[in-house]
């Protein structure tokens, strides 16, 4: 099914993003690969990123650095203290403090316009809705606007040469049904990162919301995470 | 008509988003100005969003600094010329080379962010689909679209805290149509710069897309352009 076609995909270092990689990849894309350097509190995932991209032979890439710091308003770019060791009803109720206001618009207009340049119509991103954090920017109706905003605000979308497709294939899948999926592609979750509140060595905390996530998966896939945990 | 609300409004320092700015003090906004060093091909544009803002009496204020060179792909970001000297027919039957991928869509979307942060819900940006360069990004439709995701895509959109606004009071009005609204809001257009090709001094070429259209909206208001051209 092999098809030519250049995708751009959206690479946190997160294990979504390592599984959409190996996806985009499944379906015959050539993966470009856009990360973003926007000043999140460490960079153990920027170096996630780049091992996963190297691991699944990603030959285009870029980091896009945008300092979202200077706008604040999120436990992950600014000072405040990450949640830990919430319930799963406390997860999902409202939006927490770790939603950094609009980033999805912000990465994937950047991934649009790479993409515009590299002649891609295709996007790949790690959204989820199922075992997610409540952010509202990863839904699959705010998928579908992205979409439209694409097709009337590029030249490609205007001429039709390219008929965009935001393509999020994690969007009603567990975290238990992604990791499966993945480790049936071949992902190494090893490299991942998911952590918002890791250790100065890297380690994963165990507690936040994205641990507890991840944990829950692993455990409801019945595989082991491979990753090191600080306690 | 004082609302006291906050607006963001897209200040590049051209005359559009000069008068723009003015429109939203009328409407009563206290617009919060953000301007964008996208690496863009000079400074000028900078140095007069600037001007123009203190002008305005703007308190709060920020320039993202985003490198959209690094995708390449426009006139205006990287090394290919700027075209001159061309008809009227030329400058609207095609996207010009001067169009900057996605440029719009990335600014919204920090607009929109930052916005977020600062707990306003309308956004003002300069577009204009009447004496435009053709960019797929100006048009009312994309705005629309733009307004949708916004609602969508934000914790304030979805929680119903704000029902999110992109003015773009200029979409349907003349340049000439801007300058006498401009003049009547008293806006300095001495402040403003369009030129996309200055000389090393900043004096305008009056040759590229942006002068001719500048300069045909301020023979059309019956108003002398008060800014330097080059020769």
Chains 1, 2 share one sequence.
């Not at 460490?42 to 030959?59: S, W």
């Not at 650095?65 to 799963?88: C, N, Y």
């Not at 939603?99 to 991934?111: D, Q």
């Not at 060595?201 to 595989?223: I, M, P, T, W, Y």
Request: glycine share 10%; charged share 20%; aromatic share 8%.
């Amino acid at each position: 099914m092999k098809n030519e076609k250049t995708a751009v995909v959206l690479v946190s270092g997160g294990l979504d993003s390592a599984t959409i990689l190996a996806m985009a990849k499944e379906r015959g894309y050539t993966p470009a690969a856009i990360s973003f350097d926007y000043g999140q509190r460490h960079h153990f995932e920027l170096a996630a990123a780049e091992r996963v991209c190297q691991a699944a032979g990603v030959k285009v890439r870029t980091t896009v650095k945008i300092d979202l710091r200077a706008f604040g308003g999120s436990a992950l770019t600014s000072g405040l203290d990450v949640p830990k060791d919430r319930s799963e009803g406390e997860m999902t109720s409202a939006i927490p403090i770790t939603y950094v206001p609009a980033r999805n618009t912000v990465f994937l207009s950047l991934a649009l316009a790479w993409a515009e340049v590299l002649g891609a119509s295709d996007l790949f991103i790690g959204v989820n809705a199922v075992d997610y954090s409540g952010y509202p920017d990863c839904r699959p109706e705010y998928i579908s606007a992205f979409e439209r905003l694409a097709n009337l605000g590029t030249k490609s979308g205007v001429e039709g040469l390219a008929k965009w497709q935001v393509h999020a294939p994690l969007v009603s899948m567990s975290k238990g049904e992604i990791i499966r999926r993945g480790i049936e592609l071949g992902v190494d979750y090893s490299l991942t990162h998911s952590c918002y509140d890791p250790s100065p060595e890297g380690l994963s905390c165990g507690h936040c919301d994205s641990c507890l996530l991840r944990l829950k998966g692993f455990a409801d896939a019945g595989v082991a995470d491979p990753i090191r945990y600080a306690g």
